[in-house]
């Protein structure tokens, strides 16, 4: 759950609840409200705490003062979360157009407060480089990558367009120290609200040799990385890693 502690207006309360609830990916809790809850919430909720204590000690480190673009921003909470930890300037980019609205939404809120608004917008991360002519500070790419069918060609878009890190998430990380991969088809899942497990689309899981592979043939340098405890990865088969553009 997201937590922000802003009051909601009486027409933003009515705006929110009329949001449906598939499309909170992530559950907003407000000072005086709080946001519709997916059907999946119980899944996603797990994920969403996970990531942020993975993920967040980084989000605060590298963002503040910088131009961020947070990929795969689903109603943009981790977007929120750069805003909250001081960027200069925060783009999402999701392929669902109902997430962005809702995303638009936490948007105009925190703009209330006085601290950056983010910015959202529907997009292909195949075009990332056709969408965006500026770079970005850091990019943001937490899950995500491993539901699109050509991952290396997204991560070399990626480095085209960030100058200092990238911080990166990925799931089912294969156990193992052998460079390998799988891609298999998965069930729909859409109707839940998780919009990206769509009926006869793939996934790939990744060994972690597999992964960095991928990042050093995007030109990308791994300078930190992290995984759940070894209790959790049962539950979250998870990479988190920090790296770098390699100059040349």
């Known amino acids: 759950m997201l937590n ?5 207006t009486p027409d ?5 609840s009329g949001i449906r609830a598939e499309v909170w990916f992530t559950q907003v809790k407000f000072s005086n409200g709080i946001s519709p809850r997916a059907p999946e919430a119980a899944f996603l909720e797990q994920n969403h705490e996970m990531k942020k204590k993975l993920m967040l000690p980084w989000i605060k480190e590298h963002v503040r003062g ?14 929120v979360e750069c805003a909250l930890a001081g960027a200069r300037e925060v783009i999402g980019l999701e392929f669902d157009p109902e997430r962005v609205k809702c995303a638009e939404f936490l948007s ?7 601290l950056t ?9 195949y075009a990332l480089t056709h969408q965006f002519s500026r770079p970005f500070d850091v990019v943001l790419c937490m899950g995500g990558l491993y539901h699109i069918a050509d991952p290396p060609y997204v991560l070399s878009q990626i480095r085209e367009l960030v100058t200092e890190k990238l ?7 294969l156990r193992g120290r052998s460079n390998r ?15 990206s497990i769509r009926g006869g689309k793939g996934v790939w899981t990744f060994s972690i040799p597999c992964f ?15 995984r759940p405890t070894i209790w959790e990865r049962r539950r979250f088969p998870w990479y988190c890693a920090i790296a770098e553009p390699v100059a040349g």
């Open 117 to 125: 608004k983010p910015k959202f917008c529907v997009g292909d991360v």
């Open 167 to 173: 911080i990166i998430q990925t799931s089912n990380v």
């Open 108 to 114: 105009r809120v925190l703009a209330r407060s006085g």
């Open 66 to 79: 910088k131009r961020v673009l947070d990929l795969f921003s689903a109603n943009g909470a981790f977007a």
């Open 4 to 8: 922000l502690d802003f009051s909601l």
């Open 12 to 16: 933003e309360t009515a705006e929110m």
């Open 181 to 195: 991969a799988s891609f298999f088809i998965r069930a729909d899942r859409t109707a839940s609200g998780l919009s």
């Open 212 to 226: 960095q592979a991928m990042l050093q043939h995007a030109g990308l340098h791994v300078v930190e990385d992290k």
